[in-house]
Nanobody, 123 residues
Framework: QVQLVESGGGLVQAGGSLRLSCAASGRTFSTYHMGWFRQAPGKEREFLAAITRSGGSTYYADSVKGRFTISRDNVQNTVYLQMNSLKPEDTAVYYC????????????????WGQGTQVTVSS
């Protein structure tokens, strides 16, 4: 069992940056793969980035590759998403997710989800 809480969202101008954090409860954080997803109104939940248990491998959606960076700190029990060069189309609610036997890009393969944090990018 793990509980996830996102933070760091807000309003930013196009071209700006935000750093999202996802804090996990418990002592089993390092046993989970972690992912970031987002969902805009009227759209499906979209995969953004994933990171393996020890942080050795990462994977990114084409839409954010080169702009977003996922990382994790297994001592602090936290996963991060550094977002640079933000665009208005990045506006969405951002979610972190955890799972053990995940298919990285498939939302339904993750077992636990945070409540989300709003990111709004103005033009």
């Amino acid at each position: 069992q793990v509980q996830l809480v996102e933070s760091g969202g807000g309003l930013v101008q196009a071209g700006g940056s935000l750093r999202l954090s996802c804090a996990a409860s418990g002592r089993t954080f390092s046993t989970y793969h972690m992912g970031w997803f987002r969902q805009a109104p009227g759209k499906e939940r979209e995969f953004l980035a994933a990171i393996t248990r020890s942080g050795g491998s990462t994977y990114y959606a084409d839409s954010v590759k080169g702009r977003f960076t996922i990382s994790r700190d297994n001592v602090q029990n936290t996963v991060y998403l550094q977002m640079n060069s933000l665009k208005p189309e990045d506006t969405a609610v951002y979610y972190c997710a955890a799972g053990r036997g995940v298919v990285r890009t498939i939302a339904t393969s993750y077992d636990y989800w945070g409540q989300g944090t709003q990111v709004t990018v103005s033009s």
